[in-house]
């Protein structure tokens, strides 16, 4: 099977999700209602829930899995390390930080705009952190990795400091963000964000052999005529823009950006330029799968979707250590 076929059927499966996810939840809705309070304007509360509840919703899954996906095999191209993705960078950890000052002090309250813009900021301030960190040192990948774990580390405590000062009452919707939750998501952000996103990874995706090449290390990639140092920087900051845009709206979601580009260079190898694009719609559907899972497997209690990453997977570098262990 060639990667044009692969890729047209993982699009299909994507088209598959997005009608099970749509119709699926507390309120069953059948295809055919679907179909129709998506392109009709209509009344009552099936328009109501696919169009204001569901819709917006899953477009976001779709976004947020693909942004973090792309982001991981950049972080993991450019550093040369499988281990590379926003939480060990210490992105998801800045963002924490910026939401749980909004929860804490109760900023979150005044506006909707608000938690965004403060997840938003604290992501801004680890990539600033990480990029100060390594401004001398040429952005070099080991240094690189470690002042986003030393920031990651930081800013976790930095959120419990703000934990521990703060009331009982407003903790609950805290934790509830920074276990990842699509429904804090206010739907006016959605254009802008997805307009972003899409465009990052656009821009990401055609930038595919020149991750191959800096993947071949600084030497190598320098000989090419490629100012290795320049390059990353720009890579690693439109990558971290992605995950700061997408952690901002939906909470702290690991291990999507860590996994993802592990399982689909099982099928299509490790060119960057045939990843990413693969990468994206993967993460796409596992996403959307799992908030689909989340808000409906103990309906009407939702799981945060990521707790369900996580568990997902903890248990698939569990079945990868166990089978390297066998090999």
Known sequence: MNNTVKFLSLLILLAITFVIAMISGISDISVVEMLKSLFSNSDGNTYTIINQI???????????GAGLAVSGCVF?????NPLADPFTLGISGGAAFGASIGFSFGITKLSWIFLPLLGFGGALLS????????????????????????ASYIFSSAVMLVFSISSSDRLYSAFMWLMGNLSFFDERLLPSVTIFVIL???VLCLL???INIISLGNEKSNSLGINTAK?????????????AFIVSCCGVIGFVGLMIPHITRIFVGNNNKILMP???????????????LGRTVIAPVEIPIGVITGIT???FFVFLLLKRRKN
């Not at 993991?76 to 040369?80: A, D, M």
């Not at 720009?234 to 992605?242: D, G, R, V």
């Not at 994206?280 to 596992?286: D, I, M, P, S, T």
């Open 208 to 210: 595919g052999n020149v």
């Open 278 to 292: 693969f990468s994206a719609v993967v993460g796409a559907v596992f996403l959307l799968l799992c908030d689909t």
């Open 54 to 64: 569901r819709f917006p919703r899953v477009v976001l899954a779709i976004v947020a």
């Open 127 to 150: 990539v600033c952190l990480v990029y100060v960190l390594n401004m001398k040192k040429e952005f070099d990948s080991n240094s690189m990795i470690l002042s986003g774990v030393v």
């Open 313 to 315: 997977g903890g248990t």
């Open 76 to 80: 993991q191209g450019v550093l040369r």
């Open 200 to 202: 990052g990874i656009i």
């Open 231 to 243: 390059t990353v920087k720009y890579i690693f900051f439109l990558s971290s823009l992605i995950t």
